[in-house]
Nanobody, 122 residues
Framework: QVQLVESGGGLVQAGGSLRLSCAAS????MGWFRQAPGKEREFVAA????????TYADSVKGRFTISRDNAKNTVYLQMNSVKPEDTAVYYC???????????????????WGQGTQVTVSS
């Protein structure tokens, strides 16, 4: 059973920074999604198993960076210049045999973490 454990969420002021972590029980194609109240879960960023390829949603491009440390089986989401609209529960997800794409959908991923709340105050 694949286990994903997120950490690093919290309250941050607009313009500030936050780093989320996701510890996995193996090495997978990884993604970050977020879900705000009353909205569907949306793609944020993804990274290949090697870490050599990354993809971002347009809404976070240039502000967020996804990375991974394969020695620790941990994926990170560095969030800079955050905005109130970034407020959501952030989930990490692991996928098996996901082809490279410009965007990703929740149904493509096989395993999910429990989520971590990020709140950005204005």
């Amino acid at each position: 059973q694949v286990q994903l454990v997120e950490s690093g969420g919290g309250l941050v002021q607009a313009g500030g920074s936050l780093r989320l972590s996701c510890a996995a029980s193996g090495r997978y194609f990884m993604g970050w999604f977020r879900q705000a109240p009353g909205k569907e879960r949306e793609f944020v960023a993804a990274i290949s198993r090697s870490g050599g390829s990354t993809t971002y949603a347009d809404s976070v491009k240039g502000r967020f960076t996804i990375s991974r440390d394969n020695a620790k089986n941990t994926v990170y989401l560095q969030m800079n210049s955050v905005k109130p609209e970034d407020t959501a529960v952030y989930y990490c997800a692991a996928g098996v045999a996901i082809p490279y794409s410009g965007t990703y959908y929740p149904e493509q991923f096989n395993y999910w973490g429990q989520g971590t709340q990020v709140t950005v105050s204005s």
